[in-house]
């Protein structure tokens, strides 16, 4: 990760460690980098955030200046940028969006003509010239200043996209959004009514300050409550900008990515269309989804946490689904980003041609009880790397067996070491979590 861009882009309070300068300095090096042999065209959406708005005319500015034209897809979700970038020719885009983090906060994220996540030599080419401002770029003039075009079309072409996929109506189906006050304000109840659903919509009123606010996909349990107190038969919860998707089930149950994963890989390799057998996780998958797997016959691989570790391995090996616990799942026969929307339109179809509820669909998983606490450490690696602390999580892992797993890892963005266990019972969770943290305390690593 660099200096300002992680794995999921630029994110930081708008204004404060996110500024006007910032965004505009990165529209200046994007026109000029993708403008050198022709005159470029980027592509802008944003979420529903107070920020965004200025992110969008700073981003304009500064890309403009350099000669670009920008189109302007306003408020949309990021997998639609992905989509209008690599079906319109688009040199990159731009999602201005912080996705489930509070309204205060924003991001930018880049995105290559492919509609993947920008190259992070690209991103440090671009945190040189926020720095240093080397090279020079030198500003357009004349008929060679770019200019901004509204292209709403763009998003209508997304939807029209989305709306193509299934091959079955939802007709007599009883769904509910939840829109987060985000993104998916803007695009998901169009799909579904265009479907055919008895739509059920919650938190599509966005005002600026309110994404992300009790609802959504971070919290769940307000749409827990809507589908069970309406009787619906399914309900989906997106982040800010919708590249997640969580599920609830008739019951009103959470169906988590682990369990959408299950749900949609095991149909897939049903109807022979789970390409290499296999789907892709990333280490903090739940094991119930592992065992649930080998009952089924279907193989998986292990990536580092972070959607953009997944869509690697995809992509190096073939495989056409992936994801996190999060909801953030990747289809890759469709998309070349992890979609919320899309997430939930192929449970839809799993439903409707299995015949079945997503509680019965899921019910094959055993989610094992999960405890995960965080220790301020003054060195993640001496605290990760310490003797005693490794043979206190090796006791810990002879000790589960098959029957669960610990796993210890570094935060990669503070001084923090992450202790996870699943285990049979959350009181055995908790005892084995505490029992490695007690060690990391004894060995004087914990940062008080």
């Known amino acids: 990760m660099g200096k300002y861009f992680g794995t999921d882009g630029f994110r930081g309070e708008a204004n404060i460690n996110l500024t006007v300068e910032h965004a505009f300095k990165v529209g200046r090096f994007l026109g000029w980098y993708f403008g050198k042999e022709h005159k470029a065209r980027i592509v802008i959406g944003k979420d529903t955030r107070r920020s965004s708005y200025m992110f969008e005319d700073a981003l304009s500015a500064g890309l403009t200046a350099s000669g670009a034209d920008a189109y302007l897809l306003h408020v949309t979700t990021t997998p639609s940028v992905s989509y209008v970038v690599r079906t319109e020719n688009f040199d990159c885009g731009i999602m201005i969006s912080a996705s489930h983090n509070p309204f205060y906060d924003n991001g930018i994220k880049i995105i290559n003509g492919y509609g993947y996540k920008m190259e992070a030599e690209v991103e440090a080419q671009i945190e040189e010239y926020i720095d240093n401002e080397n090279p020079k770029i030198p500003?357009?003039?004349?008929?060679?200043?770019?200019?901004?075009?509204?292209?709403?079309?763009?998003?209508?072409r997304y939807i029209g996209h989305l709306i193509s996929i299934p091959t079955r109506s939802f007709k007599n189906m009883k769904v509910g959004l939840d829109c987060a006050n985000g993104s998916a304000s803007s695009v998901a109840k169009s799909v579904f009514d265009a479907l055919g659903a008895k739509t059920y919509v919650i938190n599509s009123e966005p005002d600026g300050t309110n994404i992300n606010t009790h609802c959504g996909s971070t919290h769940i349990e307000v749409l827990q409550a809507y589908v069970k107190e309406n009787g619906l038969d399914v309900g989906f919860?997106?982040?800010?900008?919708?590249?997640?998707?969580?599920?609830?089930?008739e019951n009103g149950r959470v169906v988590d990515g682990d369990l959408i994963l299950y749900v949609c890989g095991n149909y897939f390799k049903e109807q022979g269309k789970l390409d290499n057998n296999t789907i892709v996780t990333t280490i903090m998958s739940n094991l119930g989804l592992y065992k649930a797997c080998d009952k089924a016959g279907i193989s998986y691989e292990k990536t580092a946490v972070g959607d953009k570790y997944v869509n690697e391995n995809m992509m190096a090996n073939g495989h056409?689904?992936?994801?996190?616990?999060?909801?953030?799942?990747?289809?890759?026969?469709?998309?070349?980003?992890?979609?919320?929307?899309?997430?939930?339109?192929?449970?839809?179809?799993?439903?409707l041609d299995k015949k079945q509820s997503l509680s019965a669909l899921c019910a094959p998983v055993k989610i094992y009880p999960q405890v995960l606490k965080n220790v301020r450490v003054a060195d993640k690696k001496a605290a990760r790397e310490n003797p005693k602390v490794v043979e206190a999580i090796q006791r810990v892992a002879d000790t589960l067996g098959d029957e669960g797993r610990i796993l210890v890892r570094e935060s990669g963005t503070e001084p923090?070491?992450?202790?996870?266990?699943?285990?049979?019972?959350?009181?055995?969770?908790?005892?084995?979590?505490?029992?490695?943290?007690?060690?990391?305390?004894?060995?004087?690593?914990?940062?008080?």
């Not at 056409?320 to 997430?343: M, N, P, R, V, W």
């Not at 029992?435 to 004894?442: G, K, N, R």
């Open 320 to 351: 056409c689904i992936g994801g996190e616990q999060s909801g953030h799942i990747i289809f890759s026969k469709y998309a070349s980003t992890g979609d919320g929307i899309l997430t939930s339109l192929m449970i839809m179809g799993v439903i």
């Open 416 to 448: 923090v070491i992450r202790v996870m266990v699943e285990a049979a019972t959350d009181e055995l969770c908790e005892e084995h979590v505490d029992a490695v943290i007690a060690v990391m305390e004894a060995e004087g690593l914990i940062k008080k």
């Open 237 to 249: 919860a997106y982040d800010g900008d919708a590249d997640r998707c969580i599920a609830v089930d």
């Open 139 to 156: 500003y357009a003039i004349g008929e060679k200043i770019g200019r901004t075009v509204d292209f709403a079309a763009g998003r209508n």
